[in-house]
């Protein structure tokens, strides 16, 4: 297991570059998937890596989409935990905080 700190900059941009990714990821799959049904005249593949390029993609993309999954899951506990210590310290939203005044 591999365990590392983002600040919650870091893990907005982490979590928006996964998402914005996923077409890009999804035409990578489809190209290859259409590449690996390519046979040529004997019927063999054109492309002898097409099938494994788009497992490998396939594969890719799964994992992606867990780690988006773990790290949306981390980001709204880190928010419920700091929401919780505002409010044991009495920090909750106030018409004061709101407006920038400390």
């Not at 907005?12 to 049904?37: H, N, P």
């Not at 867990?66 to 928010?79: D, G, N, T, Y």
Request: glycine share 4%.
């Amino acid at each position: 297991m591999v365990t590392l700190d983002l600040s919650a900059e870091q893990a907005s941009a982490l979590q928006a570059f996964f998402i914005t990714s996923a077409a890009y990821r999804k035409d990578e799959i489809d190209s290859w998937e259409k590449l690996a049904a390519k046979r040529n005249a004997e019927g063999n593949p054109m492309l002898s890596k097409a099938k494994s390029n788009a497992e490998f993609f396939r594969k890719q993309d799964a994992t992606i989409r867990e780690i988006s999954e773990l790290l949306a899951k981390a980001q709204a506990e880190a928010s419920a935990t700091t929401n919780e210590m505002r409010k044991q310290r009495g920090l909750g939203k106030s018409k004061k905080a709101s407006r920038g005044c400390h």
